[in-house]
């Protein structure tokens, strides 16, 4: 199982859950298994085509995809995927 | 047997090697590996001494040597006034086990006479000595450091949520001059997090109500009141001549602006946002780290970022991200530590945990990129901020060879 955490702003869509489990093999298997599951998520996290937003950054153990190998980055059992749009409030 | 003052000193200089002061100088410039300790008391130090050189008075020598030199094999230059004091100062080193002590023959006077470069050290008034004693104390700190803060201009742009507490702890630390960009005026619905106003303040400006409030704190900190909104016009002159930022704004149009004219600047900026039960927080070091638009190449929509006004926020979230945002501030003045560059460090009030993210500069970041550099000396800047460019609307890569752009002027 990966772990995909869910950022606050995100967690309504997802009926309130901090984290949910997929099982993927890329970081992209992963968010497409977490959109399947909750649709209402796919506009947010990806554009039309299936890439990421600009907007939104993704992080796997730390490390942004943009610099690894960005959806195909491969993911191993227990690790941990954080979603994190920017946040504006002060 | 009683001994004279004459028979001490001369077996204090027999045992102890002399050095000139033009043997000291050379050793002092061509080598890190040697400390020059003045052994003087504060009231001489004040008075100027050698470059570099450590104050340790003569009757502290025994208590201090041993943290300020654990190497008791380092090259160490003992000096006072005249030379006599810092060969009595050698001896008990050596006594300490100290192998290599040597006493600058004629001392301080003879330093001087012989045209060699000296300083003035930092001096504080009484009571500043009093006021900052905590940070006196700590060797990191120090005379020097705190002289360091007394000169050091600080800009908070906002004096909200984030910028209050950084507000009030930057007056405390001695930060001689805050400056504050804010148009706002206190509202009653501002005082659940916002402690540097009260309640009797509501309906004045909140640079104002932030300066009663620093004056009453620290009366010696200048505060300098940018009663506007931070905007593309105006960034520029607003942010010269400051040392560092504290980003505490509220929209991502702000931080955008903020971020490319501070990048142009070279200024770092300290950034932290919050929503609800998290923070975010690091710190933009031009050229250094990665800047803002590296982080978030474009803005998400707003329905996506709603601001404290439509979420909510739990009050001391930003009054814990405002403080690490102002420990990152005074690390940046004092020069001591590893800052959050290139670090994203996430708070969750909720697990009281934090997770820390590794960040990256984009080598095609239209802010900070070298490409970006040129084309802003060229006048042509890749990256500006459109008004009103927080939503879908007006935002979007433009051209090809331009991406992660907010809007590309015309």
């Excluded at chain 2, 507490?165 to 405390?172: G, R, V």
Aim: net charge negative.
């Amino acid at each position: 199982m990966t772990v995909i955490r869910i950022p606050p702003v995100l967690r309504a869509t997802v009926g309130g859950a901090k984290q949910v489990d997929v099982v993927a093999s890329t970081v992209g298997e992963a968010l497409t298994a977490l959109v399947e599951r909750h649709p209402s998520l796919r506009d947010q996290l990806m554009t039309t085509d299936g890439a990421l937003n600009r907007f939104v950054n993704v992080y796997l153990d730390g490390q942004d995809i943009r610099y690894l190998q960005e959806l195909a980055t491969p993911v191993a059992e227990h690790d941990s995927i954080i979603v994190l749009p920017a946040m504006a409030g002060g | 047997m009683p001994r004279t003052y004459a028979e001490l000193l001369r077996a204090a200089r027999e045992a102890v090697p002399e050095i000139s002061p033009a043997e000291a100088d050379l050793l002092r410039e061509s080598s890190a590996d040697v400390t020059i300790v003045d052994v003087r008391e504060d009231s001489e130090w004040e008075q100027g001494h050698l470059p570099g050189a450590l104050h340790i008075s003569r009757s502290y020598v025994e208590q201090d040597i041993e943290a300020a030199v654990p190497d008791r094999d380092r090259p160490v230059v003992l000096y006072c006034a005249g030379g006599v004091r810092s060969l009595f100062a050698g001896q008990t080193l050596q006594t300490l086990g100290y192998t290599n002590v040597r006493s600058l023959a004629g001392g301080f006077q003879a330093w001087k006479s012989s045209g060699h470069a000296w300083t003035m050290p930092a001096v504080l008034s009484h009571e500043q000595k009093q006021r900052y004693s905590r940070h006196l104390l700590m060797p990191e700190v120090g005379a020097e450091g705190q002289a360091k803060l007394l000169a050091a201009r600080v800009l908070l742009i906002g004096a909200g949520g984030l910028g209050s507490p950084a507000a009030l702890y930057l007056a405390a630390a001695g930060v001689g001059t805050i400056g504050i960009v804010d148009f706002d005026i206190v509202d009653l619905s501002n005082l659940q997090r916002q402690v540097i106003h009260t309640t009797d303040r509501i309906g004045t400006k909140k640079v104002d109500s932030a300066r009663l409030a620093i004056a009453a704190l620290n009366p010696e900190v200048n505060v300098v009141a940018h009663e506007e909104m931070l905007t593309g016009e105006n960034v520029e002159r607003i942010i010269a001549g400051y040392d560092v930022i504290l980003d505490g704004t509220d929209t991502f149009e702000t931080r955008y602006t903020l971020n490319d004219a501070a990048v142009a600047a070279g200024i770092p900026v300290v950034h932290a946002s919050v929503y609800r039960f998290e923070g975010q927080l690091t710190v933009f070091q031009p050229f250094e780290g990665p800047c803002y638009r590296c982080l978030y190449p474009t803005p998400p929509p707003p329905e996506l970022a709603p601001g404290c006004s439509v979420a909510g926020v739990l009050g001391v979230v930003p009054g814990i991200m405002g403080m690490l945002q102002t420990n990152e501030v005074l690390k940046l003045i004092l020069g001591i530590g590893d800052s959050l560059a290139g670090r994203l460090l996430l708070f969750d009030a909720l697990d009281a945990s934090f997770t820390e993210l590794r960040l990256r500069r984009d080598p095609a970041c239209p802010a900070c990129s070298d490409a970006a550099v040129k084309a802003r000396r060229a006048g042509r800047p890749l990256a500006v901020v459109a008004a009103g460019a927080v939503g879908p609307v007006g935002v979007g890569a433009v051209g090809a060879d331009v991406p992660f752009v907010l809007q590309v002027r015309s």
